[in-house]
C-alpha cells in the first residue's frame, strides 16, 4: 500500500475519514427510521452534531482509532438491520463490532432494549422475543469465543502509573472519588469539548483527595445522574430511554467500574457513547414544537462551534509538534505529553535552543512522574547528553537508570548506548581503568559474558606499566570481578575455570575486601547458585572449604 500511494499514514488516516462518513451516515439512518422517524430536521441536527464532534478527532485524526470507527459502523448496522427483524445479520453485524473493538458488543443491551420498548418497530410481539433470544445467544457465544482466545483475562497487565493511576490508588475513598472525577471528565469533554489535548496520561489527573468539599461535589455529580438516568428509564419514552440505555451501556468499558482499562482517560472512548449525547441534546432541547425557530438557531450556533473546535483539534493533529505542544498546554502535568513533546524539540532542535528546551521537558517528564518503571525520559536524557553536550559522565548515569526499564525496547536502548559509550570512552581513555570495568559490568548485566571477560582484561591492560601497587590493586579488582562472570558463565563453565571462580570466591566469602566493601555474601551466593558451592568456614575463621551441594 505504501508503495502505491506514497506515505502510509496519510492513506489510512483517508480511510479513518471515510469510516467515520459511514458512521455519520448510519446515524442519521437510525434517527430516521428509528428514533425520529417524523421528524427529518432533528435526524439532520443529530448528524451534524455528531460528523464535527471534536471528541471523535482522536477516532479519526489517530490511526488507531480505525477500531471505534469500524465498531461503531457495525455497531449502527446491528441496530437498523434488529429494528427490521433481520436478526442473523444483526447478530453478525454484532459480532463484528466487537471484534473491531469490545465495546460493539456493549450496543446488544440498547438493541434488546429498543425491542422492548420501541412500539413503533414492524415486529410482532413473537419476533421480538426470537429477535432478543437470537441477539442474546450471540453476545453469550461471542463472550465465550473472546473467553477461549484471551483466557479469561479481563484487565491489562503490567500496569505503569502513566497508563492507568487507577489501578495504584490504595485508599477506597480516593478510588471512587477519583472513578466519579473521570465521569465528570468524560461528561465535560462530550458537553463542553473546549479543552481536548492528545493525551491525559498520569499525573495529568491526580487522584482525587477524600475531603468534604470533594465527596459534596462529586456525592451531588453522581446522585443527580442517577436520579436523572432513573427518571427517564421510569417514563419509558422509548428516545430517551434508548439514549441513557445507549450512553450507560457503550460507557460502560470506560467508567473503571469492575476492571481497569489500559488506559485512565482517552478521548476515543467517548466516540460510541457521544451518540446518545447527541440524540439526547437534541432530544431534549427540541421539546415544544412552536419554538422549532429557536432551537435550529441553537443547534446551528453550537454546531458552529463544534466545527471551530475541530478545526483546531485536526490543525493539532497534522504534525507531532503540534499534537504534543497542545497536550502540554492543556495537560501540563502529563509525564507522556512532556515526554513527546521533549522528543520532538530535540529532534527538530535547529536553532539549538529548541533542543535545550526539549530537554526541560524531558527533565520536567522525569520530575512529575514518579513511576519508577517509568525511564524513557532516563534513556532520552541521556541521549540527548550524548548528542548535544558530549557530557558522557552525564549521559552515563542516566542510561544506567534506564536499564531499569520495564519497556524491553528502552531497556535493551540503554545497554547499547552505554556499550557504545563505553567503547568510545576506553579508546580515547587506554589509561583509566574506570571504563572497561563499568563497561564489564554492562555486559554481565546482559549475560555476554565473554566480552565481559574481555573488557576485564582492559582495565588489567590499563594500568600495565604503572607503579607495581597499583597495577596489583587493580588486579585484584579484576579477579574477583572475574571470577563472578566465570561463574555465571555457565555454558562455558569448564573444570579448570569452575576450580579458578571457586578459589577467589572462597576467599572473598571468608571476609575479603572488594574495594574496601565487604562481599561475603554475595561471593557466597554465587558459589551456592552457580558453582553448587556451600562453604564451610573453620573455627578460627582462617580457612574454608567448598563443600559441593
Same mark, same amino acid.
Given at each position: 500500500?505504501?508503495?502505491?500511494?506514497?506515505?502510509?499514514?496519510?492513506?489510512?488516516?483517508?480511510?479513518?475519514?471515510?469510516?467515520?462518513?459511514?458512521?455519520?451516515?448510519?446515524?442519521?439512518?437510525?434517527?430516521?427510521?428509528?428514533?425520529?422517524?417524523?421528524?427529518?430536521?432533528?435526524?439532520w441536527w443529530v448528524m451534524v452534531l455528531f460528523a464535527v464532534h471534536p471528541v471523535h478527532s482522536e477516532?479519526?485524526?489517530?490511526?488507531?482509532?480505525?477500531?471505534?470507527?469500524?465498531?461503531?459502523?457495525?455497531?449502527?448496522?446491528?441496530?437498523?438491520?434488529?429494528?427490521?427483524?433481520?436478526?442473523?445479520?444483526? !447478530?453478525? =453485524? %454484532? /459480532?463484528?463490532?466487537?471484534?473491531?473493538?469490545? *465495546?460493539?458488543?456493549?450496543?446488544? +443491551?440498547?438493541? &434488546? #432494549?429498543?425491542?422492548?420498548?420501541?412500539?413503533?418497530?414492524?415486529?410482532?410481539?413473537?419476533?421480538?422475543?426470537?429477535?432478543?433470544?437470537?441477539?442474546?445467544?450471540?453476545?453469550?457465544?461471542?463472550?465465550?469465543?473472546?473467553?477461549?482466545?484471551?483466557?479469561?483475562?479481563?484487565?491489562?497487565?503490567?500496569?505503569?502509573?502513566?497508563?492507568?493511576?487507577?489501578?495504584?490508588?490504595?485508599?477506597?475513598?480516593?478510588?471512587?472519588?477519583?472513578?466519579?472525577?473521570?465521569?465528570?471528565?468524560?461528561?465535560?469533554?462530550?458537553?463542553?469539548?473546549?479543552?481536548?489535548?492528545?493525551?491525559?496520561?498520569?499525573?495529568?489527573?491526580?487522584?482525587?483527595?477524600?475531603?468534604?468539599?470533594?465527596?459534596?461535589?462529586?456525592?451531588?455529580?453522581?446522585?443527580?445522574?442517577? !436520579?436523572? =438516568? %432513573? /427518571?427517564?428509564?421510569?417514563?419509558?419514552?422509548? *428516545?430517551?430511554?434508548?439514549?441513557? +440505555?445507549?450512553? &450507560? #451501556?457503550?460507557?460502560?468499558?470506560?467508567?473503571?467500574?469492575?476492571?481497569?482499562?489500559?488506559?485512565?482517560?482517552?478521548?476515543?472512548?467517548?466516540?460510541?457513547?457521544?451518540?446518545?449525547?447527541?440524540?439526547?441534546?437534541?432530544?431534549?432541547?427540541?421539546?415544544?414544537?412552536?419554538?422549532?425557530?429557536?432551537?435550529?438557531?441553537?443547534?446551528?450556533?453550537?454546531?458552529?462551534?463544534?466545527?471551530?473546535?475541530?478545526?483546531?483539534?485536526?490543525?493539532?493533529?497534522?504534525?507531532?509538534?503540534?499534537?504534543?505542544?497542545?497536550?502540554?498546554?492543556?495537560?501540563?502535568?502529563?509525564?507522556?505529553?512532556?515526554?513527546?513533546?521533549?522528543?520532538?524539540?530535540?529532534?527538530?532542535?535547529?536553532?539549538?535552543?529548541?533542543?535545550?528546551?526539549?530537554?526541560?521537558?524531558?527533565?520536567? =517528564?522525569?520530575?512529575?512522574?514518579?513511576?519508577?518503571?517509568?525511564?524513557?525520559?532516563?534513556?532520552?536524557?541521556?541521549?540527548?547528553?550524548?548528542?548535544?553536550?558530549?557530557?558522557?559522565?552525564?549521559?552515563?548515569?542516566?542510561?544506567?537508570?534506564?536499564?531499569?526499564?520495564?519497556?524491553?525496547?528502552?531497556?535493551?536502548?540503554?545497554?547499547?548506548?552505554?556499550?557504545?559509550?563505553?567503547?568510545?570512552?576506553?579508546?580515547?581513555?587506554?589509561?583509566?581503568?574506570?571504563?572497561?570495568?563499568?563497561?564489564?559490568?554492562?555486559?554481565?548485566?546482559?549475560?555476554?559474558?565473554?566480552?565481559?571477560e574481555g573488557a576485564l582484561s582492559k582495565a588489567v591492560d590499563s594500568v600495565a606499566g604503572d607503579d607495581?601497587?597499583?597495577?596489583?590493586?587493580?588486579?585484584?579488582?579484576?579477579?574477583?570481578?572475574?571470577?563472578?562472570?566465570?561463574?555465571?558463565?555457565?555454558?562455558?563453565?569448564?573444570?579448570?575455570?569452575?576450580?579458578? =571462580?571457586?578459589?577467589?570466591?572462597?576467599?572473598?566469602?571468608?571476609?575479603?575486601?572488594?574495594?574496601?566493601?565487604?562481599?561475603?555474601?554475595?561471593?557466597?551466593?554465587?558459589?551456592?547458585?552457580?558453582?553448587?558451592?556451600?562453604?564451610?568456614?573453620?573455627?578460627?575463621?582462617?580457612?574454608?572449604?567448598?563443600?559441593?551441594?
Amino acid at each position: 500500500v505504501s508503495g502505491i500511494f506514497g506515505k502510509l499514514p496519510e492513506v489510512l488516516k483517508v480511510g479513518n475519514i471515510a469510516w467515520h462518513a459511514v458512521c455519520v451516515v448510519l446515524v442519521h439512518e437510525v434517527c430516521r427510521r428509528i428514533l425520529f422517524p417524523k421528524d427529518a430536521a432533528r435526524c439532520w441536527w443529530v448528524m451534524v452534531l455528531f460528523a464535527v464532534h471534536p471528541v471523535h478527532s482522536e477516532s479519526v485524526d489517530g490511526l488507531v482509532g480505525i477500531a471505534d470507527l469500524l465498531s461503531m459502523a457495525f455497531a449502527l448496522a446491528a441496530v437498523l438491520l434488529s429494528h427490521y427483524g433481520r436478526f442473523l445479520p444483526a !447478530a453478525a =453485524a %454484532l /459480532g463484528l463490532s466487537f471484534f473491531s473493538k469490545e *465495546v460493539g458488543l456493549t450496543v446488544a +443491551v440498547p438493541i &434488546l #432494549a429498543a425491542l422492548a420498548l420501541n412500539a413503533d418497530a414492524p415486529l410482532t410481539s413473537t419476533q421480538r422475543k426470537v429477535g432478543a433470544g437470537i441477539i442474546t445467544t450471540a453476545v453469550v457465544g461471542y463472550l465465550g469465543i473472546r473467553h477461549a482466545i484471551a483466557g479469561g483475562k479481563q484487565t491489562v497487565e503490567g500496569f505503569r502509573h502513566m497508563d492507568n493511576m487507577l489501578a495504584f490508588v490504595e485508599d477506597t475513598g480516593s478510588f471512587y472519588l477519583t472513578m466519579a472525577n473521570v465521569w465528570w471528565k468524560y461528561l465535560v469533554m462530550l458537553l463542553y469539548p473546549a479543552h481536548l489535548a492528545g493525551d491525559y496520561s498520569y499525573n495529568a489527573i491526580p487522584a482525587v483527595e477524600v475531603t468534604p468539599e470533594n465527596l459534596a461535589f462529586y456525592g451531588v455529580f453522581v446522585a443527580t445522574s442517577g !436520579a436523572l =438516568a %432513573l /427518571g427517564v428509564l421510569y417514563s419509558q419514552q422509548f *428516545v430517551p430511554c434508548f439514549c441513557v +440505555v445507549f450512553f &450507560l #451501556a457503550s460507557f460502560f468499558p470506560a467508567s473503571h467500574l469492575l476492571y481497569r482499562p489500559g488506559v485512565y482517560i482517552a478521548e476515543r472512548l467517548m466516540y460510541t457513547p457521544s451518540l446518545a449525547v447527541c440524540v439526547f441534546v437534541v432530544w431534549a432541547m427540541s421539546q415544544g414544537g412552536k419554538r422549532r425557530v429557536a432551537w435550529h438557531a441553537f443547534f446551528g450556533v453550537v454546531a458552529v462551534w463544534f466545527a471551530t473546535l475541530l478545526w483546531g483539534r485536526n490543525e493539532a493533529w497534522l504534525t507531532p509538534m503540534n499534537m504534543w505542544g497542545g497536550a502540554v498546554a492543556v495537560n501540563p502535568n502529563s509525564g507522556r505529553a512532556q515526554l513527546s513533546y521533549g522528543l520532538q524539540c530535540v529532534a527538530e532542535g535547529n536553532p539549538a535552543d529548541l533542543a535545550a528546551i526539549g530537554l526541560g521537558h524531558l527533565l520536567r =517528564a522525569k520530575e512529575i512522574t514518579t513511576d519508577v518503571d517509568y525511564c524513557q525520559p532516563d534513556y532520552w536524557i541521556g541521549r540527548y547528553h550524548v548528542e548535544h553536550t558530549r557530557n558522557y559522565t552525564a549521559a552515563i548515569d542516566w542510561m544506567w537508570k534506564a536499564t531499569k526499564c520495564k519497556d524491553l525496547d528502552h531497556y535493551k536502548f540503554a545497554y547499547d548506548a552505554l556499550e557504545e559509550i563505553y567503547k568510545v570512552l576506553v579508546l580515547h581513555q587506554p589509561k583509566n581503568s574506570d571504563w572497561p570495568l563499568q563497561l564489564a559490568q554492562a555486559y554481565y548485566q546482559q549475560g555476554k559474558y565473554a566480552e565481559a571477560e574481555g573488557a576485564l582484561s582492559k582495565a588489567v591492560d590499563s594500568v600495565a606499566g604503572d607503579d607495581e601497587k597499583a597495577a596489583a590493586k587493580m588486579k585484584r579488582v579484576v579477579e574477583y570481578l572475574l571470577a563472578v562472570t566465570i561463574a555465571a558463565d555457565t555454558d562455558r563453565l569448564t573444570q579448570e575455570r569452575r576450580g579458578f =571462580a571457586s578459589n577467589i570466591l572462597a576467599q572473598y566469602a571468608l571476609g575479603r575486601k572488594y574495594r574496601g566493601a565487604d562481599v561475603s555474601d554475595e561471593a557466597r551466593n554465587t558459589l551456592r547458585t552457580y558453582l553448587r558451592y556451600e562453604v564451610a568456614v573453620s573455627a578460627d575463621g582462617k580457612t574454608a572449604e567448598l563443600r559441593p551441594f
